[in-house]
């Protein structure tokens, strides 16, 4: 049976040499032969053919197979690795295999989400106005979870203005280098020989956690002359060497690298926590990022806000009342896309060093959970100003 295909799509049946010489033409019988008019002009209504348009649409969409194939999920088909049913399926060497739980499907899926790859560098920005509510805790939380699971070049980059506290909360190995170091010698990152074992030099590697940091300098004079212009310059070098880069901002929403955070972010994750001042603190920030929409007619500063995700921290002092908290909750929730609770872990509230590894499950689990809506918001952003045609 011919392999060729009938419909108009294929103009022509002819095999396409692979060589370089002229293919033979057959001959002609002499009868049927007919004379050229010497020097004769063109014909003016000759159409000359149009150039092939390489980003047509495929002549297979796939999208009934692809939706078979979305059907076919992994997670579902490995044996249960945890709760009773790993217990069982191991004390019985396999003859009892129940189905996986729900609580190990759901985290099979976080993890799915977390190990998503997109078209382009991602910069997730935490921002808060209020100090002691959680962004640095919650910034390394992300870089962590991210680093460990997703299989990307994860960094950590401590934008505060004030001297910020990544430098303090993760491990230094030794390494006296911040971003101010880095801008120092920053031109020889902007060039295409630029290799990324020579920017590492400049940040701090997390071991285990499988991301890096680059520290806010200890000097506040030299963090102040870190504007707009060197944040983009920063920002544009370490796009090209990290997948995902988790920016931890100041206290002050007005500050020039602060605003030029915002404006190359891709998620928004709001930390807080239910007392009336933290909450208040990330509403004006909310309602300022909604007015810069207003004034300028541009809508990605209120789609920021739509898109961001909350993260509820367990802060210490007084507790507030059920019925304040749930009035709190329900003041943001109308706001963002997603509230996610991180429950307290002793290990998180050391004030030094956070070592992922002394992190209890629950609150990895809830880091897991929050990734997951970060990665959710990172793919709709992606799908929506990705000029690239490949499907997901």
């Known amino acids: 049976m011919s392999t060729n295909w009938q419909g108009s799509e294929r103009k022509s049946r002819a095999p396409i040499s692979l060589t370089d010489t002229e293919?033979?033409?057959?001959?002609?019988?002499?009868?049927t032969v007919i004379h050229a008019v010497p020097d004769a002009e063109p014909d003016a209504t000759e159409t000359k053919p149009e150039p092939v348009d390489h980003r047509e649409a495929p002549l297979v969409s796939g999208r009934r197979s692809a939706v078979v194939l979305r059907k076919e999920n992994v997670n579902d088909q490995l044996p249960?690795?945890?709760?009773?049913?790993?217990?069982?399926?191991?004390?019985?060497?396999?003859?009892?295999?129940?189905?996986?739980?729900?609580?190990?499907?759901?985290?099979?899926?976080?993890?799915?989400?977390?190990?998503?790859?997109?078209?382009?560098?991602?910069?997730?920005?935490?921002?808060?106005?209020?100090?002691?509510?959680g962004k640095t805790m919650c910034s390394v939380g992300i870089g962590s979870t991210f680093g460990i699971h997703s299989g990307q070049q994860t960094l950590v980059w401590d934008n505060n203005e004030m001297m910020g506290t990544a430098g303090v909360r993760t491990n230094s190995n030794d390494s006296t280098r911040t971003?101010?170091?880095?801008?120092?010698?920053?031109?020889?990152?902007?060039?295409?020989?630029?290799?990324?074992?020579?920017?590492?030099y400049y940040t701090r590697h997390q071991g285990n956690n499988q991301f890096s940091v680059l520290v806010a300098d200890e000097d506040a004079d030299r963090m102040k002359s870190i504007g707009a212009d060197e944040f983009n310059r920063i920002h544009t070098v370490v796009s090209r060497f990290y997948d995902t880069i988790i920016v931890d901002t100041g206290n002050n929403t007005r500050s020039a690298n602060w605003l030029a955070a915002i404006e190359v972010?891709?998620?928004?994750?709001?930390?807080?926590?239910?007392?009336?001042?933290?909450?208040?603190?990330?509403?004006?920030?909310?309602?300022?990022?909604?007015?810069?929409?207003?004034?300028?007619?541009?809508?990605?500063?209120?789609?920021?806000?739509?898109?961001?995700?909350?993260?509820?921290?367990?802060?210490?002092?007084?507790?507030?009342?059920?019925?304040?908290?749930?009035?709190?909750?329900?003041?943001?929730?109308?706001a963002v896309r997603v509230m996610i609770d991180i429950p307290y872990d002793p290990a998180l509230d050391?004030?030094?060093?956070?070592?992922?590894?002394?992190?209890?499950?629950?609150?990895?689990?809830?880091?897991?959970?929050a990734s997951a809506q970060i990665a959710e918001g990172l793919l709709a952003v992606d799908r929506a100003t990705s000029t690239h045609t490949i499907n997901r």
């Open 265 to 334: 972010t891709d998620q928004l994750v709001i930390p807080t926590t239910l007392k009336r001042n933290a909450v208040v603190s990330a509403l004006r920030m909310i309602e300022q990022l909604e007015s810069m929409s207003e004034r300028t007619g541009n809508p990605r500063y209120k789609d920021l806000v739509a898109n961001a995700v909350v993260l509820v921290t367990q802060g210490g002092g007084a507790k507030v009342s059920a019925a304040e908290q749930a009035e709190l909750r329900a003041n943001l929730a109308s």
């Open 80 to 133: 249960p690795a945890t709760g009773w049913q790993a217990f069982l399926r191991a004390i019985s060497f396999g003859l009892i295999s129940p189905k996986v739980g729900a609580a190990e499907l759901a985290r099979r899926a976080d993890l799915s989400a977390i190990q998503r790859v997109y078209s382009r560098p991602m910069q997730v920005t935490v921002v808060q106005p209020l100090g002691g509510v």
């Open 23 to 31: 293919p033979e033409m057959p001959t002609a019988d002499p009868a």
């Open 350 to 369: 050391t004030g030094s060093i956070i070592d992922w590894q002394l992190v209890g499950d629950p609150a990895r689990r809830a880091f897991e959970r």
């Open 179 to 200: 971003v101010w170091d880095l801008l120092n010698v920053l031109e020889s990152f902007e060039t295409v020989t630029a290799r990324k074992g020579e920017l590492s």
